[in-house]
């Protein structure tokens, strides 16, 4: 499943903007819950499993987004990051994740070259990144600012909760349009 085997049917960023597949991720309403205590717990079990099939593949395992920040509103999808040597080079981590029974979902060459999976049993995003990447700062950064202060986790929420009230062609329009938001705290991260 290279991505050397013709074209992808897979969703990209295009113009700035992702295409998830399937019907959850198409237009609608976001749904937002209050933090749920069992979301690390989730991250936890998905993390081991990607440790497990990938071994030394996987330079780094991450809890991100919402979910990972106690207190904070979110989609409940656990979000998780991973870090491989090279993204690009799916061969070297595919068929892992796949054995695992994660299934790829979004394939962005063109932005950091971003993959995204969904996994078996958990409504969650596996982001997956190259080593050294500047997004996976910014993730980072971002997710380490909101758990370490409440004046910008309770800006964000409010941002959030505003967002939801409006109903969306595609959910990556309900992410695109926090950007400013997430611009702003990030900048207060140094």
């Not at 992808?8 to 960023?13: A, G, I, K, M």
């Not at 295409?19 to 690390?40: I, R």
């Not at 989730?42 to 993390?47: D, K, N, P, T, V």
Request: aromatic residues 8%; charged residues 30%; negative net charge.
């Amino acid at each position: 499943m290279s991505p050397n085997n013709g074209p992808s049917p897979l969703p990209s960023r295009a113009g700035g903007r992702s295409e998830p597949a399937g019907d959850e991720h198409s237009g609608g309403w976001v749904h937002l819950v209050d933090y749920d205590p069992k979301w690390p717990y989730l991250f936890q079990r998905e993390a081991e499993r990607i440790r497990e099939f990938l071994g030394g593949k996987a330079l780094r395992v991450e809890h991100v987004g919402s979910t990972a920040v106690p207190g904070l509103v979110a989609k409940p999808c656990v979000d998780v990051l991973l870090v491989v040597a090279d993204a690009a080079n799916e061969d070297a981590y595919l068929p892992s994740l796949e054995q695992a029974g994660y299934t790829l979902h979004i394939r962005e060459p063109g932005w950091h070259e971003h993959r995204v999976f969904k996994g078996p049993d958990v409504n969650m995003n596996l982001h997956v990144f190259s080593d050294g990447s500047v997004e996976v700062d910014r993730m980072l950064r971002f997710r380490d600012r909101l758990r370490a202060d409440s004046d910008d986790r309770g800006l964000y929420a409010q941002a959030k909760r505003a967002l939801v009230e409006k109903k969306w062609e595609r959910v990556q329009d309900y992410t695109d349009a926090k950007s400013g938001i997430v611009e702003e705290i990030i900048a207060r991260t140094g």
